[in-house]
């Protein structure tokens, strides 16, 4: 074995020259390693949408820098001029390493994964393997806005089962969502797009709640597609369960990807794992669609799963640092505004209905009779409390109304930043609702 550890000269001189490009290593807080100085001068839609004397909290980029490992593996590729076409299995064979260390699970097999250009194309593409035009299908609302933008655009009809108490789901909401689905087409095909964990809301979804989802979706023959983009993200208190690893589940999907997990959205690369009965439909999917995956984004992906543990564990810990401060912050800054503390993702759900502002317009005021049959709302639409906060604070989030049915009256909030940033966006914001009250 050569003195750096096994690895090729290349790779061994692309770990020295991370150190000096900024890559984070193991052990210390990425969220508190980039200035706002250097954040500032990111070219990424988080950086660029707003005027610079924003504080950018809304979309789902981490304020963290590149984990060694996949700084070090892209170098090597870009070194070597390894810009082609993606191939092989190593990267479902990654992600079945990660999830055997950390959720225990060893369902990941390398002959039911393809490799698909990232969550959302994937989702679209089975779902056109087991649904077909004006097909329903439910989600969990709230939930990520874009799930009715390609569910609709895809010429499918999204049916919404509100998320229940506590903002979990509902068991028996979801039955009469998938009955009536079911008695409006007796033979047809219905599926269920599952946000685990949950976008914007950061639940968790237990093994006992995906087994009552799985045994409910064969009792009335609706397929199950998980987007599980967000699972290396879950915090100290909770526990990811895959949802192919339960019960009932032999005929569902998953979306899988370290884009979240290791902030790699511009380098994209995912994966769609089927469950035994759904290996057969997932050969279905046409070939050109794993041609889609970005050559480099499939390595960059391949080294975190392998090789990003560490610098995950990092991040995970300072998550579960920023949770604690921004549940101090809310009650220091705005209060009457409910914080639902969340188990996972780096995504926080307001309350802001009880704050006096004026509320966004939910599907009934945008003029549709079914709420899941509403345009679906552009992803930077602001109303409501985002847009007071944005307007009066210049602090960016999300606004609630564009995740559906629940979400009017609410913001999302990233808290994926450092300690400063956090405080300061927080303290805005209290600052400019103490004025309105004025």
Sequence with gaps: MSSNGGRSPAHASASAASSASGASGEGANPLE???LDRLRRRR???WRAHPEDVLPLWVAEMDVPLARPVADALREAIDAGDTGYPAGTEFAESLAGFAARRWKWDGVATDRAAMIPDVMTGAVQVLRLITGPGDPVVVNSPVYAPFYAFITHDDRRVVEAPLGPGLRID???LEDTYRRARARDPHGRIAHLLSNPHNPTGT???HEELSAVAGLARRYGVRVVADEIHAPLVLPGAAFTPYLSVPGAEDAFSLMSATKGWNLAGIKAALALAGPEAAADLRRMPEEVAHGASHLGVIAHT???RDGDAWLDALLAGLDANRALLG???AAHLPGAGYARP???YLAWLDCRALGLAPEPGAAERGAADPGAADPAVVTDLAGPARFFLD???VALSSGHIFGTGGAGHVRLNFATSRSVLTQALTRMGRALAGHAH
């Design 33 to 35: 390693e980039i200035s």
């Design 44 to 46: 990424s839609m988080k």
């Design 171 to 173: 068991p028996a909401v």
């Design 204 to 206: 968790v979804h237990t």
């Design 303 to 305: 080294a975190a799963y």
């Design 328 to 330: 101090r912050l809310v």
């Design 343 to 345: 188990e996972g993702t």
């Design 392 to 394: 009066h604070a210049r």
